[in-house]
């Protein structure tokens, strides 16, 4: 499921609500589960269909995908959601992978045959001038001269990137070339460093990754990052167009009193935004339902057309079939913000010391299959690295899914998202630790509230890489042991007090199953715990040091 909430999809949480389009609110985890069923029962029908055999649900390894730049709670909120929905179980959570958007994609493309990539409309364009035109007209000039622009499409902010001298990959993409040469014979050389860009609804991710040697594995060079720059910005763009043209009461009203009318309408033009094509002028017809223009009649008492015609836009007309025509110049305004969001989000990454000697980027996602976006991109950035886009590009991630479900380990290490730790006492030591965090316990004074560090953002973290901590429980006999874990955006938190950090979830460790022989019960009981921060969820597993076995653990990232 690729079409999620645009706001706050990193916070979600088992109390986290959804506004329908008729105002009412429903359990987020309720919706995202009933969603989840919906594609469970339906791959389950087509697989035994397409294969004349009953398949069940254990027969399969289901991959859910997510945005890189997610943090533990909604991923772990998507895999709750995957459980309400008959997808795997906490009994058996293997069944289940959560799969990164941009690792999938990069796992896929490397894949490709060059000829299954999109050609350049501007570089062919390119490729014809030159061959009529003589070599002194054209010496001199970059990449970007061949991008037509005008005052009427330029960004008020342009993003700030040191510029490197134009690309000898440039050249290649328009000069002949093997059809039948893979991706990957050209990218997996070993220190080959690219970044991923996934472009979706709600969300865009970025990542770079390096080549490591002769194993085809992946190294995450810097942590995911991006933020909520996807299509459905160039939709709510839209809808500020129609409160500007018919009025805001109206627009609340007509979502509210005929919510399919509203949905129709967005799908018309979605329909549009998806087929914009900025090499043609040709307008773009938005079907208004029947229901928005009898409603805006009974409203205002007025028709649809003399408000269009009064907002006095020549960029927006009205058609006698019923449509709301905007010209090709209109649309590229509604889609400069996001566009905007997503070329600084990107050139600041290509800013950063550690994603320097980038050769490609792949570009990916729903988004990516706009022409318009893509034209941005290259225009933007082509004269810098190569971009490689899939013919299939809006079905990459999917494909891409499917492969890492087959080999997760293909990407070795990752770059932690956040710092982690938790609250722990220390001996008191008066040049270091402030009055106010000492307190005193049989006669010894310790330092309340220090940050214990498992790991650090942007720490690099290889793949089955493990942080043990011991803990004793404070009672014999206890049942179970509670611990807080916090996190922060900050590489060195000194105390669990300190802004920026805040508690995002509890280690939990299950005790009642621990036996043992009065004369063997230890007077001290430790419990090793185990955290896995290389994978593309925090796991934790624990053992009882005196017994030997293991202990049921969970870390529970969505009850704050």
Known sequence: MRRRPRSRCQELSKETTL???????????????????????????ELSDQSSTTIINEDIRWVITVPAIWKAPAKQFMRQAAYQAGIASPDDPNQLMIALEPEAASIYVRKLRLYQLMPDPAANQLLQKRESTPDSAIRGRTTNDD????????????????????????RHSVSPTSNTASVGEEVDIEGTNYMVVDCGGGTVDITV???????????ELHKATGGPYGSLGIDFEFERLLVGIFGCEFIEAFRTKRPAGWVDLMVAFESRKRTANPFKNNPLNVSLPFSFIDYYKKFKGSQVENAIRKYGNKEITWSSQGMLRLTMTMMRRLFQSTLDHIKQAVGDVLNNPNTRDIKYMFLVGGFAESAILQMEMRKEFGHILKILIPQDVGLTILKG?????LDPTVVSVRRCRMTYGVGVLNRFIPDKHPRSKMITKEGVQWCTDVFDKFVEVDQSVA?????????????PGQKSTIIHIYCAEMPNPQYITDPGVKRCGTLCLDLT??????????????IQASMTFGDTEIKVTALDVATGKYVRAAIDFMSK
């Open 463 to 475: 793949i089955g890489e493990t942080v043990v901590r011991g803990y004793t429980p404070a009672k």
């Open 147 to 170: 991008y037509e622009d005008t005052d009427e499409y330029a960004s008020p902010n342009s993003v700030k990137y040191k510029t490197l001298p134009p690309s000898p990959s440039f």
């Open 401 to 405: 899914a499917v492969c890492f479900g």
């Open 513 to 526: 199953d621990l036996q043992y022989l009065h004369t063997q019960k230890p007077r001290r009981r430790e």
């Open 19 to 45: 506004k329908a389009a008729n105002g009412k609110t429903h359990s987020a985890l309720s919706v995202f589960s009933h969603a989840l069923r919906f594609f469970k029962d339906h791959a389950l029908q």
């Open 209 to 219: 990754y390096e080549m490591e040697s002769g194993c085809g594995q992946l190294k």
